[in-house]
Every structure is written in structure tokens, then in C-alpha cells.
């Protein structure tokens, strides 16, 4: 059993930071690709970033690239997403994903296995 458990979600003015965290237990997550989705209201679950076992491959939409960066400590099994420049249009809930298998992170919310319950980002205007 796998569990993954974000945090670090909030209000924030734009153009201000957030640090999200997602702690994994259970497998060896620290063997596994790593990933962070968002989903606003109305809308369908979208990549944001995500990056592969040993952390030296990341990739990121382009709607957040240059702004977002993802980075992993096997040692706490702690995934993070550092995000600055924050826009209004990035509200929503923010999920961590797991998987097993992938050498590569995929696009794809149907490619991972895992999944966290989210924690919600709101940036005003």
C-alpha cells in the first residue's frame, strides 16, 4: 500500500510563493516516478510537473515552466513543488502522483498508479 499525503496549500497574492510537499510511505517510493497534477473547478486534471526516480529527469507544462520547479529527497521520500511567480489562473487543488513503473514521467493522469487527496491553491488578484 501506497500513501501519499500533500501539503504546504494555501491563499496567496499574485506574483507570491507556495512550497508544496508530498509525503510518501509504504512501497520503495523512492524507486518510484514522481508527479504533480492540478485541477480547477470546471476543469480536467492537468500535468504540472513531474520528474523520475533518481530526480535527474524533470519536465514541466508550459504553462508553468520557468515558474515551478519539482524536486525529490529519497531520503525523506518528500516530493516538492516550489512555485513563484504565482498567477490567479493557477488555482486549484494540487495532486501527487506515484508510479512504479515509469522511467519517464508521463502527461497522463491515467499512467499513475498513486494518488494523494490534494491540497488546495488559491492565488488572488
Known amino acids: 500500500q501506497v500513501q501519499l499525503v500533500e501539503s504546504g496549500g494555501g491563499l496567496v497574492q499574485a506574483g507570491g510563493s507556495l512550497r508544496l510537499s508530498c509525503a510518501a510511505s509504504g512501497r520503495a517510493v523512492s524507486s518510484f516516478a514522481m508527479g504533480w497534477f492540478r485541477q480547477a473547478p470546471g476543469k480536467e486534471r492537468e500535468f504540472v510537473a513531474g520528474i523520475s526516480r533518481s530526480g535527474a529527469l524533470t519536465s514541466y507544462a508550459d504553462s508553468v515552466k520557468g515558474r515551478f520547479t519539482i524536486s525529490r529527497d529519497n531520503a525523506k521520500t518528500t516530493v516538492y513543488l516550489q512555485m513563484n511567480s504565482l498567477k490567479p489562473e493557477d488555482t486549484a487543488v494540487y495532486y501527487c502522483?506515484?508510479?512504479?513503473?515509469?522511467?519517464?514521467?508521463?502527461?497522463?493522469?491515467?499512467?499513475?498508479?498513486?494518488w494523494g487527496q490534494g491540497t488546495q491553491v488559491t492565488v488572488s488578484s
Open positions: 502522483a506515484g508510479d512504479s513503473s515509469m522511467v519517464v514521467p508521463a502527461r497522463r493522469r491515467g499512467d499513475w498508479d498513486y
